[in-house]
Every structure is written in C-alpha cells, then in structure tokens.
Nanobody
C-alpha cells in the first residue's frame, strides 16, 4: 500500500510559479511511475504530466509542455512539479498518483493509477 501526500499549493498571481511536491510512503517508490492530474470546479479531472519510475522519461500535455517540469528523487521518495508562467485556467486541485512501472499504456489514463494523494489546491489570481 502506497500513500501519497501532495504539498506546495497556494495562491499565486498570474505569471507566477509554484513547486508542488508529492511524497510517497509504503511500498517501493521506484516500482511506480508517477502522474499528475488536476481538477477544476465543475470540470473533469485531466492529465497534467507524468514521470517514469527512473525519472528518465517525462510526459506532458499541450498545456503543460514548456511551462511545467516534473522531476523525481527516488532516494527521498519524492516527485516534484515546477509550474511556471501560471494562468488563471491553471486553478485546480492537483493530485499525484502512482502506477506500476510495468504499465505499458497511456499515462494520461487515470484509471490505470492505483494510488492517489488527497490533492493540493492551486489558485492563480488575475
């Protein structure tokens, strides 16, 4: 059983930056790839990006590519997502989630993820 806890959310102005963290406990952290998702009020949960178990491969969407950077530290069981040039439409609750490293499907598929954090709120004010 893997527990995930996100932190680092908050209120930031347009154009600002935030760094989200996701710390894992239980299980072997390097057995999992980690994905980031977000959900805004009244909207579907959407994929933001993911990082492979080794950290060598990262995946982004059209709105996160070039603005967000995902990294991980397997020694400290942490994944980070640096978010820059934030926009009001980035306002959402952000979740990290873990999928087994053997998974060979799309990282954008939320159903593939076995463990989820409780989320951290990001609010971008204009």
């Amino acid at each position: 059983q893997v527990q995930l806890v996100e932190s680092g959310g908050g209120l930031v102005q347009v154009g600002g930056s935030l760094r989200l963290s996701c710390v894992a406990s239980g299980g072997t952290f390097s057995d999992y790839a980690i994905g980031w998702f977000r959900q805004a009020p009244g909207k579907e949960r959407e994929f933001v990006g993911a990082i492979s178990w080794s950290g060598v491969q990262t995946y982004y969407t059209d709105f996160s590519e070039g603005r967000f950077t995902i990294s991980r530290d397997n020694f400290w069981n942490k994944v980070y997502m640096e978010m820059n040039s934030l926009k009001p439409e980035d306002t959402a609750v952000y979740y990290c989630a873990a999928v087994p490293r053997t998974y060979g499907g799309r990282y954008s598929s939320a159903q593939a993820y076995e463990y989820w954090g409780q989320g951290t709120q990001v609010t971008v004010s204009s």
